[in-house]
């Protein structure tokens, strides 16, 4: 495409037109702020951020409505987590049973060490069991690197409860409204 | 005050001398951070943002409606900036040239505050002139000591030893010794007009015949004040964008340019080395609005009220008074400064230079011929 470029009359050379234009931005601008009290910065500390619906914040071990945890200790997600920040102690043949029915084992120990965590949410994707969400915390915090390494202890207590313990429910449901289309959300 | 009297003339003249320096540097400097401040806000507001509204000092912050109305204005940054740039670590890189990376600072600041002191800043109170140094030639003076303000640049441009201090530097030599040209050339037909170099005079000159800016008021309307005002109006317009040249303020801030050369000449200095460039720099703007107040708006005069006249003995009120209405004069010259660094953009090197040597310095040199010319026809 071609812009035409008009020649800048004698008046406009002058600089004069641009200058005037810009006091009455400016002023306005000015003014508007001064007066209606409507500037468009978010004070954030005091007004919390709102976190839309999808986001992908720090990643939590949740429990299910028992209060039982949903982590089966089957290590995908260790397995799959690109930055390695998922490091998972299974119990072993000699470790306490898992705290619900239904499950075989549960994690002896399970540690995210948020420093290393890129949010993607690769193991909220694999995990079979809904155990693990990405919730929309996003300012995490620490006098030290050690404390940015969270435990199972802390990760349940962040994380909550999430029902549904029908395993693979939801999973056979998202398979299955993929095969009609269009896609129902 | 009988020990006052006891003393002899010489040391009455140096004692109130250190005294009027003492009461003008203290304030400059507090103006100066609350220049910051301003502009800081002014930017904010134009911006349609908040701006700085952090800082909030234990016992006050907690008087129950100032408190958090000065918190809000932002009124104690200036204290925490000026904190910080003491504590922050002052750090020399290793390639400077050191003696001129130490030099440079202090020259750059020191020319601001020389400027200051011929400045008549109000009537007078009691017996003493409200002004430091009452010279002669006032604005010779004014002129030597301004062109000193590029060494500090030029200074620490060189010192630096790097690419971008380096072009800040040579960029601010040929942008400020193009530019005094032209304000040397746009004051002169204020002197065709007054007849005196001393800024004292210059006052009472406006004070009878009206400002310089726009002589229609005091003296009346006569034949040869009507003509006068396109002269007036052009060598205010003149001297008012040759300061802003002059104090490297947008839209000619060729020194600085962040966007082109990280910070121009200032990039390799920290802490208060840095804070005095600033300090410099508000205090370069602050001695320009207070010259054009005093050689075109009539200093500390206003044409009604009576205010246009040096106070008689025991109105002590009035001599504070023409102190604030100078004050305010050139307090709104800087609200100007700022407004016009948030509204328009930088100016192109070359054309800078075009505009300085091409368009200002002929319009001036036309300006002094049609003054002349005006003076010698309505028969001065």
């Known amino acids: ?185 | 005050m009988a020990w006052l009297d006891s003393l002899s003339p010489q040391t009455q003249f140096v004692f109130f001398t250190l005294l009027k320096i003492a009461c003008v540097l203290g304030p400059l400097l507090t103006l100066v951070a609350y220049a910051v401040l301003a502009e800081r806000k002014v930017s904010a507001l134009i911006q349609d943002r908040v701006g700085p509204n952090r800082v909030n000092l234990p016992l006050i912050g907690s008087i129950p409606v100032l408190g958090p109305f000065l918190t809000k204005l932002g009124f104690w940054h200036p204290l925490v900036d000026g904190v910080k740039s003491f504590i922050k670590e002052d750090f020399t890189p290793a390639h400077v040239r050191k003696i001129y990376f130490w030099l440079a600072p202090a020259i750059s600041l020191v020319p601001a505050f020389l400027v200051i002191a011929v400045i008549p800043f109000g009537s007078t109170l009691g017996a003493q002139k409200m002004v430091i140094a009452d010279l002669n030639v006032g604005i010779l003076y004014t002129f030597g000591i301004v062109s000193l303000g590029v060494y500090g640049i030029v200074l620490a441009g060189y010192a630096a030893n790097s690419k971008f201090p380096f072009l800040g530097g040579i960029r601010a030599s040929a942008q400020m010794i193009s530019y005094e040209i032209a304000m040397g050339m746009s004051v002169i037909p204020v002197f065709l007009v007054v007849g005196d170099l001393n800024l004292g005079k210059i006052i009472e000159h406006q004070a009878q015949n009206g400002w310089n800016v726009l002589p229609i008021f005091g003296g009346g309307f006569s034949a040869q004040s009507l003509l006068l005002i396109p002269c007036g109006v052009i060598s205010f317009l003149i001297f008012f964008i040759s300061a802003l040249a002059e104090t490297n303020r947008l839209p000619f801030d060729m020194a600085e340019s962040e966007s082109e050369l990280v910070s121009g000449y200032h990039t390799e200095y920290s802490s208060m080395k840095f804070g005095m460039f600033f300090i410099g720099e508000y205090a370069n703007m602050f001695a320009g609005a207070a010259m054009m107040t005093t050689l075109f708006l009539g200093g500390w005069t206003l044409p009604f009220l009576g205010l246009d006249v040096a106070p008689a003995d025991g109105e002590w009120w009035k001599g504070l008074l023409h102190i604030g209405i100078f004050m305010a004069k050139m307090l709104g010259f800087m609200f100007t400064f700022i407004w016009i660094r948030w509204m328009l953009p930088r100016f192109r090197y070359d054309q800078l230079m075009d505009l300085g040597w091409r368009r200002m310095i002929p319009l001036a040199l036309a300006n002094i011929i049609l003054t002349a010319a005006v003076l010698a026809l309505t028969n001065r």
């Open chain 1, 1 to 185: 495409m071609i812009v035409k470029r008009n020649e800048l009359t004698w008046f406009e050379r002058l600089y004069l037109p641009a200058l005037i234009g810009g006091l009455k931005v400016t002023s306005r601008h000015f003014l508007n702020t001064l007066t209606t009290k409507t500037p468009v910065t978010q004070q954030y500390p005091e007004e919390p951020t709102k976190v839309l619906p999808g986001y992908r914040g720090a990643p939590y071990l949740v429990r299910d409505q028992d209060g039982a945890t949903k982590c089966v200790s089957c290590q995908l997600c260790e397995f799959v987590c690109p930055p390695k920040a998922i490091r998972i102690t299974p119990p072993g043949p000699t470790g306490k049973p898992a705290d619900r029915t239904n499950a075989e084992k549960m994690p002896e120990e399970f540690e995210i060490n948020m420093l290393r965590c890129i949010f993607c949410g690769l193991c909220q994707e694999v995990c079979p069991e809904e155990a693990i969400f990405l919730k929309s915390d996003f300012s995490l915090t620490g006098l030290a690197r050690s404390e940015m390494i969270y435990d199972k202890e802390k990760l349940l207590a962040l994380g909550g409860t999430h029902p549904g313990i029908q395993k693979w429910k939801h999973k056979l449901d998202e398979a299955k409204e993929q095969e009609t289309f269009p896609v129902k959300v």
